[in-house]
């Protein structure tokens, strides 16, 4: 068995809205393992997350959540003061909107992984996080996040399987965080490629000052809004040889 067999390629997809269509999803879905579909918060309306789900049960991609803060303007990417209790409520509101189209296709829920500004913020804060963790407990499903941050922390203490994932068309800054771009850019399938077989040699990623830095890690992610995204994940396979 090849040893990188079980890092999987996940996407974050079905974030059109309406008219509206963004996104590689279609070219992707034939390169990737895992799809988190947006559940109608930061982007993803019922017509999205219903071919979403459909297109993926062709192509045979597990399906996980990706809930955003209720900021369809902002792409969910401006942050918002929240109790962990309102974390809990939107988490579980948008995962319960895209288990119904799941239920349709007969496709299971696999995970739950916060979408933008929220990533970032139950990253730093374990109380937040908390709010995060009931949910993916009462689904029985892990959680994707960044390893070593608080997703991690949390899920862990509360039995919640936690997946660790490695970023290759952001840039993580000094501390581990990931440097948000609010318009996605090309990612040079090369850079992304060699950042994939440095870390499977010695666990090293290098942030954008040049710190070193390591990330474990289960998965990695290609988002699918990055314009080059198809040519990207099939760089990221061939690193992996999976």
Same mark, same amino acid.
């Given at each position: 068995m090849n040893r990188n067999s079980?890092?999987?390629?996940?996407?974050? @997809?079905? !974030?059109?809205? %309406?008219?509206?269509?963004?996104g590689n999803d279609e070219a992707l879905m034939r390169l990737i393992d895992v799809a988190n579909v947006a559940c109608g918060f930061h982007s993803g309306d019922p017509d999205a997350m219903d071919a979403t789900a459909a297109? *993926?049960? !062709?192509?045979g991609v597990? /399906? %996980? +959540?990706?809930?955003?803060?209720?900021?369809?303007? $902002?792409? %969910?990417? #401006?942050? @918002?003061?929240?109790?962990?209790? !309102?974390?809990? &409520?939107?988490?579980?509101?948008?995962?319960? *909107?895209?288990? $119904?189209?799941?239920?349709?296709?007969?496709?299971?829920?696999?995970?739950?992984?916060?979408?933008?500004?929220?990533?970032g913020m139950l990253a730093r804060d374990e109380a937040l996080m908390q709010g995060a963790a009931k949910v993916a407990k009462s689904y029985g499903v892990p959680i994707f996040g960044l390893a070593g941050s608080a997703h991690q922390?949390? *899920?862990? #203490?509360?039995?919640?399987?936690?997946?660790?994932?490695? =970023? /290759?068309?952001?840039? =993580?800054? *000094?501390? $581990? %965080?990931?440097?948000?771009?609010? #318009?996605?850019?090309?990612?040079?399938?090369?850079? +992304? &490629?060699?950042?994939? #077989?440095? /870390?499977?040699?010695?666990g090293k990623v290098l942030a954008n000052d040049g710190t070193v830095l390591d990330i474990p890690f289960g998965t990695v992610c290609v988002h699918s809004d990055t314009p080059n995204s198809p040519a990207v994940a099939q760089a990221v396979r061939e690193a992996l040889g999976n």
């Amino acid at each position: 068995m090849n040893r990188n067999s079980n890092i999987t390629v996940n996407s974050d @997809m079905g !974030e059109s809205l %309406g008219i509206h269509s963004f996104g590689n999803d279609e070219a992707l879905m034939r390169l990737i393992d895992v799809a988190n579909v947006a559940c109608g918060f930061h982007s993803g309306d019922p017509d999205a997350m219903d071919a979403t789900a459909a297109l *993926a049960r !062709e192509h045979g991609v597990r /399906v %996980g +959540a990706h809930p955003g803060l209720p900021d369809l303007v $902002g792409f %969910g990417r #401006r942050e @918002m003061k929240l109790t962990p209790d !309102e974390v809990e &409520s939107i988490i579980r509101y948008q995962v319960g *909107a895209l288990v $119904g189209f799941l239920h349709k296709y007969d496709l299971p829920l696999n995970h739950i992984k916060p979408h933008g500004s929220l990533y970032g913020m139950l990253a730093r804060d374990e109380a937040l996080m908390q709010g995060a963790a009931k949910v993916a407990k009462s689904y029985g499903v892990p959680i994707f996040g960044l390893a070593g941050s608080a997703h991690q922390i949390v *899920a862990e #203490r509360e039995g919640v399987e936690f997946v660790g994932e490695l =970023y /290759v068309d952001l840039d =993580y800054n *000094a501390e $581990g %965080g990931l440097i948000i771009l609010r #318009r996605p850019e090309n990612t040079d399938p090369q850079k +992304a &490629s060699t950042r994939v #077989r440095r /870390v499977l040699e010695d666990g090293k990623v290098l942030a954008n000052d040049g710190t070193v830095l390591d990330i474990p890690f289960g998965t990695v992610c290609v988002h699918s809004d990055t314009p080059n995204s198809p040519a990207v994940a099939q760089a990221v396979r061939e690193a992996l040889g999976n």
